[in-house]
């Protein structure tokens, strides 16, 4: 028997936590998940700009003031336009064959832009506008939601719930509780791209400010495409040791 006080015995003076720690205790692990569908909050379209001339300089001044009408046209809807960026662009010669040779037969213009909104009711009367244009090619809208948007953190909340009602359902089907949580994986809340909604009926609306010309379309009718955004991630929680 060791007596010694400055080298006590370590097998005597073990305490019963240390000997059946935490590392001992029953260990549940759980998927938590969540799926939410809500409104989108932005729609983007996309915008290409066309032009053509006989020759090079031509063919960039037509594509300079087109660019600009379409520019002046997406600002006049203030603050529904979240973003209005402008992405490639390119001057194209066409060739054509003359005799042995090839000679340029005209020039091709283009430029793409980016329209972000937030009003959907401008969005439906600016895609209709846009679209009425000469040489413009308009794409979308492509509905979303902002990167910080409350759904994401709804949906990673709700995952946490559902993770801890599950852990304690197999804790209550052991006739036991649980006792500490050990980690959290997220495997992450991201939702699907989102994709272009289908075009909605036309019919008649007021104008966006002020009334639009008798001469202009009447403005698309958009239906929102609602989004879904999804929550994922493991749980492991520790129990209290059943009785079996």
Known sequence: MNSDP???????????AASHGASDAPRVAVQGEAHLEVDPEIARLGITVAARGRDRRSALDDLTRRNADVLDLVRSYGDAVERLETGALSITPELTRHGRGERVRTYHGAVHLT???NDFTALGELTTRLADLDLTQVDGPWWALRPDSPAHRRARQQAVREAVQRAREYAE??????????DI?????????PFPAPGGRTRSLAGYGAPAPDDEPAPL??????????A???ARFTMHSPVL
């Not at 400055?6 to 019963?16: F, I, N, V």
């Not at 089907?173 to 050990?182: H, R």
């Not at 994986?185 to 791209?193: E, S």
């Open 6 to 16: 400055l080298h006590p015995d370590p097998a005597r003076d073990a305490s019963p």
């Open 173 to 182: 089907a052991l006739d036991t509780t649980l006792a500490s949580l050990v």
């Open 221 to 230: 009718d958009l239906e929102p495409q609602r989004q879904h955004v999804y």
């Open 185 to 193: 994986a997220d495997l992450g809340a991201d939702g699907p791209a």
């Open 115 to 117: 329209a972000e909104l």
């Open 232 to 234: 994922r991630l493991n």
